[in-house]
């Protein structure tokens, strides 16, 4: 059996243009970090240090970026979404991480000019945003601008409102579906085989010694921090709510409110990782 696939975010009711409008302040406060150990986990594998320059693509608001910052000499965070970037701007700020530069970007841009101003990497991270990008020409490229032993980490973690199925959980899915005629459906933990698994599509496209490690823990959720996770999923923004976004926002409370906590999660955290041959 194959664990479940990395890719938890449905993009099914896309708002246009970036799919994160809307999201940007709630995912800053509410989208949890990964923790230490997964970021631990990289700095080992690449042995960074002060020679070393990190791309984190599709940063958003410097989740991985900003952590990382304290291990490498360089980090480029990369994000086409410009008040993501206004997000991470000031999580940097906040933790004194004075080496991390900003680009408005996408994957397009890195496999334009802007790879050639990035490179040399000697690693390239990807958070619950490779799922968005034209994924394969995006692992050519990084491979290209990668120094060799380098490589590129590609982290995940469990969207719950779709795969858990805790009370709470179904409580606020429920909700949400009451105001959203898109929501993606509820798939409940994935066991399934999966197609274009991004182990494989990483050894496809070049890169040697993959592997994949996983980080469990146990996360409680206070009423704001529910509130806040749902308005910072691309496909429950407060855009895509619209004028109901408030109505949604009181019932939610209150529903949430009615059935009282503790609102734990089970969360793993994933990261598949791949380097270039020496
Ligand atoms: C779910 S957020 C992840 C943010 C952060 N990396 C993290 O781990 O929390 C997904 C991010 O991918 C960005 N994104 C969407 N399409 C992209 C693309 N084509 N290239 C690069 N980033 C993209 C979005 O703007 C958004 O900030």
């Not at 996360?219 to 691309?234: H, Q």
């Not at 059935?259 to 990782?273: A, K, N, T």
Request: glycine share 10%.
């Amino acid at each position: 059996m194959r664990r479940q696939p990395l890719v938890t975010y449905p993009s099914a009711s896309m708002p246009s243009e970036n799919p994160f409008t809307s999201t940007e302040s709630y995912y800053a406060e509410h989208r949890p970090q990964y923790g230490e150990r997964p970021i631990a986990h990289i700095v080992d594998r690449f042995d960074l240090g002060e020679r070393s320059r990190a791309l984190d693509l599709g940063c958003g608001a410097g989740q991985i970026a900003v952590p990382l910052a304290a291990h490498a000499g360089r980090v480029v965070g990369m994000d086409p979404n410009e008040r993501m970037i206004e997000e991470a701007r000031e999580r940097a700020r906040t933790a004194d991480a004075s080496n991390v530069e900003w680009l408005v970007g996408s994957d397009a841009d890195l496999r334009g000019a802007v790879g050639g101003e990035v490179a040399p990497l000697t690693v390239t991270t990807m958070g619950r945003s490779f799922h968005w990008m034209d994924r394969g020409p995006t692992l050519d490229r990084i491979r290209e601008l990668t120094e060799p032993g380098g490589g590129v980490a590609v982290f995940g973690d469990t969207e719950w409102l779709t795969s858990g199925r805790r009370a709470w959980q179904d409580e606020v899915y429920e909700t949400a579906r009451e105001y959203l005629d898109e929501l993606p459906e509820r798939t409940g933990p994935r066991i399934e085989p999966y197609e274009d698994p991004y182990d494989e599509m990483l050894a496809d496209h070049g890169f040697v010694d993959v592997e994949e490690a996983a980080f469990e823990r146990t996360r409680e959720w206070t009423v704001d921090g529910v509130v806040g996770y749902v308005f910072s999923l691309s496909f429950c923004s407060p855009a895509t709510f619209g004028e109901e976004a408030d109505a949604f926002e009181a019932e939610l409370r209150e529903r949430l409110e009615a059935l009282g906590g503790p609102f734990e999660q089970d969360d793993e955290v994933r990261v598949i990782s791949g380097r270039k041959p020496t």
